[in-house]
């Protein structure tokens, strides 16, 4: 078993004072990794660790911090089969999905990189052209960064990138049940040489977490995970007046129009649901589909969910890899009963060996299913009929996220009409689960707020201040303007 008990603080490793734990690896579900808990004491050392490295991390020039943040990227693809390796261990999703993500992960760093030296403010054309106005953006100081289990890196990359380019500095908390690559990449960190504080990570899980995000000199919380636990973060933060990111969950509808290129648009449902097993907060588990092709695709995809290959995530011919925890796996379990238990008819899937689950279509869904309604975060789709646009569009809208959408479609006035009138920060045309670094990404309603990734990402990280200054020679009046 491997050992990771030391934790990254102020630029050493340090063992965790609290309760040790074990990282269970989904596929044998045998413990592979030992951890420790960081107690209310160690992450306040963190914190503190942090608050002191702030004033001197964000003085440092844009391009010192862009360098260390190029080296940072070059050392993610240098060492991304050893980290994909440890994050497929950990969640069991499979090996080249965690390569690819890591790249993209080290593209994140290169674009944020490039922003370090860019933060720039504006000039305020005022009532008087005696008073020069003008904006800069600075750094909030402290950032707290909590990360889930399915993509830990690719998650942190969305996060510390903007804050490290930005100025900040960071006490990252990644979840309980994948902590192993996060530790690994402070590893990185130590051997490039950023200064002491300026990114510490702490392992655990809710005791660790609350004492993070309750402390008053965190000035800004990012997290991505559920909403239940969201509305956690949001009631310790707003004891401290304190502004966050949240990344949570989603059921996100993939629609499919009758005009459309039938086979790029079940290629997209399919990997749109069933990559990283379901387990990513954009998968496209609602598939709304028009009348007139609905019995067509349904049968399509029964026939492709079937053929998908489960097995070792570490084998290049799996196609899909165990659920990443057994909590998890029961939850997903228990939103498939709740949908035979509704009416849905499925047509391809269900429970199998260990923490796996078959890739899972239920035809015959309606809007006032649970399964239309409640995320699974697993490899279970649910299809439903709709008629035209209008319908469509209400019955995409009809949840409590909004995360992301896909529309499938030939005619591009449908195409913008439709994408106008969705509920979602996100929405692809004619493709689905595209990322770009140049891209922000950030839901609506129970799917969270703020943005990630772009320069939407670097400007939470900031704060506006305003300069303005008298340039006249005459006594006069300090407050006329104000009157």
């Known amino acids: 078993m491997k050992d990771y008990t030391n934790q990254y603080v102020g630029g050493g490793w340090r063992r965790g004072s609290g309760a040790g734990f074990e990282s269970i690896d989904p596929f044998s579900g045998e413990p592979w990794v030992r951890l420790t808990t960081a107690t209310a004491d160690d992450v306040a050392t963190a914190i503190g660790a942090a608050e002191q490295a702030a004033p001197a991390w964000g003085r440092t020039p844009g391009v010192e911090r862009g360098r260390l943040l190029d080296e940072l990227a070059d050392a993610l693809r240098d060492n991304v089969e050893l980290l994909a390796e440890i994050e497929t261990r950990d969640s069991g999703k499979v090996f080249r999905e965690n390569k690819a993500q890591i790249s993209f992960a080290a593209r994140n760093y290169h674009f944020h990189a490039g922003n370090a030296d860019k933060l720039t403010g504006e000039s305020k054309p005022l009532d008087s052209d005696e008073i020069v106005d003008f904006t800069t953006r600075e750094p909030i100081g402290v950032t707290a960064l909590i990360t889930a289990c399915n993509s830990p890196l690719s998650q942190l990359a969305n996060k510390l990138a903007p804050a490290l380019a930005a100025g900040n500095t960071a006490v990252v908390k990644p979840s309980e049940h994948a902590s192993a690559s996060t530790l690994e990449f402070a590893r990185l960190v130590d051997e490039i040489g950023f200064p002491a504080g300026v990114i510490n990570v702490v392992t655990g899980a809710g005791e660790t977490g609350t004492a993070l995000t309750s402390d008053a000199r965190v000035g800004k919380i990012s997290f991505t995970g559920g909403p239940g636990t969201a509305r956690r973060v949001a009631a310790n933060a707003a004891a401290n007046l304190v502004p966050c990111v949240f990344e949570l969950g989603g059921k996100s509808a993939n629609i499919v129009f009758d005009d459309a290129d039938l086979e790029r648009a079940i290629v997209g449902a399919v990997a749109g649901v069933f990559a990283a097993g379901g387990q990513t907060c954009i998968a496209g588990s609602r598939l709304l589909v028009q009348d007139g092709i609905y019995d067509e695709v349904v049968a399509a995809l029964a026939e492709r969910a079937g053929a998908i290959r489960l097995g070792d995530p570490m084998d290049p011919a799996t196609e899909m890899g165990p659920i990443a925890h057994r ?91 439709v994408a106008k009138r969705l509920d979602a920060g996100t929405v692809w045309i004619n493709t689905y689960r595209a990322s770009a670094a140049q891209a922000p990404f950030g839901g609506t309603k129970r799917s969270g707020y703020g943005r990630e990734r772009g320069t939407e990402a670097l400007l939470e990280y900031t704060r506006t201040k305003n300069t303005m200054i008298d340039l006249s020679t005459s006594d006069r009046d300090p407050f006329r303007l104000a009157t």
């Open 327 to 417: 909590a998890q796996h029961e939850s997903v379990l228990t939103r498939i009963d709740e949908a035979v238990a509704d009416g849905a008819r499925m047509v391809a899937g269900g429970p199998a060996d260990g923490l796996f689950v078959r890739p899972t279509v239920f035809a015959d869904v309606t809007p006032e299913m649970r399964l239309a309604r409640h995320e699974v975060f697993g490899p279970v789709l649910a299809v439903l009929r709709f008629t035209d646009e209008p319908s469509a569009v209400a019955m995409a809208n009809g949840t409590d996220y909004g995360l992301a959408s896909g529309i499938w479609t030939r005619d591009i006035s449908r195409a913008h009409r």
